[in-house]
């Protein structure tokens, strides 16, 4: 509409200048629009991103981006990127049904082979079948072990499962050393730190998150190696950090190693379900749990609790 105001004042002045105004300032109104349509789509794109950003700190997949409602490309790809956090959040849920219920499904039958094996009478039997049920009986204990290792696990996706209290940090790490002193023999050291103050948390899985950590250190470590736990106070949160210093994890491992039955070195025994419990303790409280990698050095890994 400004444009035909403007030709039709040149026109009056001046029939012929009207090219010479109306095609710059037609040219110059189409490129300012599409520049308008371009940062907006710009905007959109960055909220995206942004959505996406959040989704990966949260490691929650249940957000969803809103902007699809328009029928062009920044739609189509918020559209898409919300299919494939559907097919995701399906497949950890199936993954989490499945942890779930074989659990409960395996835990009666071992339950029922080591009773039997345990009120065996094995002493007329032949040496090499008093071997073998000793071998059997380890064996059934590791698969007990890894069952309630997939119950612990099954249960931490339900953080109403969680009993908190209010629990005083400097008696909390006390009774960790307590703890920690056989698994470890001399090696643990309590660095400077926060001491004072206290939390709500659940003590016996807090304990049980971070005594997965020590014993991950200590697979770890050099011989003899010295491993340190610390307590940091942050502005909203207490970080429990556990550092070793072996060789650290493999560059490019540090998120896969919280994966279920995920090992950074296969040489080392475990079941790969330690660090999937420690990360599914802390965010059952409310907060996150990773590693600080120094490849050839060591690793520090932290367990953040919202204070």
């Known amino acids: ?14 029939p012929l200048a009207v090219p010479l105004v109306v095609i710059p300032l037609g040219l110059s109104y189409f490129v300012h629009r599409e520049w308008v349509r371009s940062m907006r789509e710009h905007e959109r794109i960055k909220n995206i991103s942004r959505t996406a950003e959040a989704i990966s700190l949260e490691r929650g997949l249940t957000s969803r981006i809103s902007d699809t409602e328009r029928n062009d490309e920044v739609g189509l790809l918020a559209f898409t990127f919300n299919q494939m956090l559907d097919r995701l959040e399906d497949s950890f849920e199936r ?6 219920e074989a ?5 009666t ?3 029922i082979c080591r009773g039997h094996l345990e009120v065996l009478d094995v002493t007329d039997l032949p040496k090499e079948a008093r071997d073998t049920v000793i071998v059997i009986l380890d064996e059934l204990e590791r698969m007990g072990r890894i069952v309630e290792d997939m119950t612990t696990l099954a249960r931490m996706e339900h953080p109403e499962l969680l009993r908190p209290e209010i629990v005083p940090l400097d008696a909390f790490l006390e009774e960790m050393v307590v703890r920690a002193t ?20 659940d003590r016996q899985r807090l304990t049980q998150a971070l005594i997965n950590l020590l014993q991950n250190a200590a697979l770890h470590s050099p011989h003899r190696g010295m491993i340190d736990l610390r307590v940091i106070e942050e502005q909203r949160a207490w970080r429990f950090e556990v550092e070793d210093h072996g060789e650290g994890v493999p560059e490019g491992k540090e998120e896969r190693i919280f994966a279920p039955f995920s090992r950074a070195n296969n040489a080392v025994p475990g079941s790969g379900l330690g660090l999937t419990i420690v990360r599914a303790i802390a965010k ?17 890994f932290w367990i953040r609790v919202p204070r």
């Open 95 to 100: 993954e989490r049904r499945f942890l779930g």
């Open 284 to 300: 059952a409280h409310g907060g996150s749990a990773g590693v600080d990698n120094r490849p050839g050095r060591g690793a520090r």
């Open 1 to 14: 509409m400004a444009i035909g105001i403007v030709a039709a004042l040149v026109w009056t002045a001046n």
């Open 109 to 111: 039958p071992i339950t």
């Open 182 to 201: 056989p698994l470890l023999n001399g090696r643990l050291k309590v660095r400077p730190g926060s001491r004072t103050g206290v939390m709500r948390a």
């Open 103 to 107: 659990s409960h499904e395996l835990r």
